[in-house]
Every structure is written in C-alpha cells, then in structure tokens.
C-alpha cells in the first residue's frame, strides 16, 4: 500500500491547487502523507466528524454522500475534504468507497506547516469549494425538480384513475337506481293484478250466488 515519496509529489503536482508549488516542497509534502486503505462500502469520514485533513485518490472511486443520497462520485486523481483545511467544524457530507480506495491524506497541521509560505494555495482551495458547491447545487435541483416533475405525473395519473373510478361508480349508482325503479314499477304492477284477480275472483263467487 506504500507509494514512493516522488511519485506521490508528481501525483500531488499534477492537482490544480498545488500547480506553482515548488517540486522539492512537494517531495517534504508527499514524505509526510499517509495512505490510508478503504474497502467498499466502508467510510472514509462520516457526516458530522470534525475535519482534519484533505485525501487524494490515488486509486479507487468513492461517493460523497448524505445518508442514501449521492451527491457526487470522486474518481483517482482527485482530491475531497479541503473544506477541513478552512474549518475544523464538522462534515457536511460523508464519504465512503464505492470500489478499494487508496488514499493519500495530508492532515491539517502538515498542510499549514509546509505551505505556510503558499497563501496562493488557499485561493485555489475557496475557488475549487466555490465552484464545486456550485455545480451540486445546480445538480440538486435539476434531480428536485425532475421529482417533482416525477410527482406532478404521478398525480395527473391518480386523479385520472380517480376520475374514472368516479364515473363508473356513477353509472353503476344509476343502473342500480334505474334496476331499484324496474323493480318497484314490476311490484305495483303484480299488486295491481293481484288485486285485479281478487276482484274478478269475488264478482264471480257473487254472480254463482
């Protein structure tokens, strides 16, 4: 898991933040790294933890994310967690790998300490946060307002199906009500002729007297 120390400067030199640094302040950076190791699925920091350090992918993907919800995929060659190097507060996000991950961290104390001379180093950071939190917003509600496109269709659908569900419980209510109306029509019509028959019944029964 062990990277040479002027590979890992090179790999460092080749990020935007760090492009005017000198080689030889890239060599002590990168000899006082750690590389840390993270299997799939495992985190790398949770969501809450205060920040100390920014990671570079040296190999492996990882996903930076709020509970279930993935904000974005970080692939080798990137780095994640400068926000630690502006503020110790705690994580907005958390990170985990989504495929094995080596990482080179530079912890906060060792940034400031070999940088210190470097404040152009920190104006790249604030850009690269600027214009990273501007392209998540942008991506947040493009998938809000995909949703609620998503609801708006879902609703259209439910009020249809509500609506025909309506008109065939209306048009089973009017055939009940037209069979209801048959039937008392056939009911009058046997009383009717029940009483019709009695009738013609008795008047017989009184001309045989």
Known sequence: MSIEATTLAG???QMDIF???PEDILLHLARQCRIDRVEPGDAVFHKGEPGRALYLILDGVARVHDGDF???????GHCFGEMALLDEGARSMSVSATETCRLARIDREV???VLCDYPDVMQRIVSLLTSRLRRQTDKTLEQLRRREEELSK???ARTAELM???EEAEKLRAKAEA???EAEKQRRRAEQSERAEQQFLANMIHEIR
């Open 11 to 13: 790999k460092l030199g």
């Open 19 to 21: 492009h005017s640094i």
């Open 70 to 76: 993935t904000v974005a995929q970080i692939q080798a």
């Open 164 to 166: 025909q569900q309506k």
């Open 111 to 113: 940034f400031f300490d």
């Open 154 to 156: 879902l609703v259209e």
């Open 179 to 181: 069979e209801k109306q």
